[in-house]
Nanobody
Framework: QVQLVESGGGSVESGGSLTLSCAAS????????IGWFRQAPGKGREGILC????????YYTDSVKGRFTISRDNAKNTVYLRMNSLKPEDTAFYYC????????????????WGQGTHVTVSS
């Protein structure tokens, strides 16, 4: 069964850090790009950051540049989103998604999605 499971969400104060994990099962991440997306209350889902199968990172949101980074550990079949200097506006559900090889800003192009993990940043 193909599955992506996010973990690592929680509550943190402004300026704090969290690391989200996206663990895959039922398929290998080696040949997949993994994108992280988020959805805040009352807003649409937006792309944040993506890592391709060749480890190229692409930012889709300027507001996280310099604060968020993405990495992958193929041996663990897991991709990580490291979030530093968190702000209240980062509060959202965070989702990871997978598609073959290349990153895309197009949400509809991703084949597999996780159920999400929630991040709350208090001021």
């Amino acid at each position: 069964q193909v599955q992506l499971v996010e973990s690592g969400g929680g509550s943190v104060e402004s300026g704090g850090s969290l690391t989200l994990s996206c663990a895959a099962s039922g398929f290998t991440l080696d040949y997949h790009a993994i994108g992280w997306f988020r959805q805040a209350p009352g807003k649409g889902r937006e792309g944040i950051l993506c890592i391709s199968s060749s480890d190229d990172s692409t930012y889709y949101t300027d507001s996280v540049k310099g604060r968020f980074t993405i990495s992958r550990d193929n041996a663990k079949n897991t991709v990580y989103l490291r979030m530093n200097s968190l702000k209240p506006e980062d509060t959202a559900f965070y989702y990871c998604a997978a598609q073959m090889y290349y990153c895309s800003h197009d949400i509809s192009s991703y084949d597999y999605w996780g159920q999400g993990t929630h991040v709350t940043v208090s001021s």
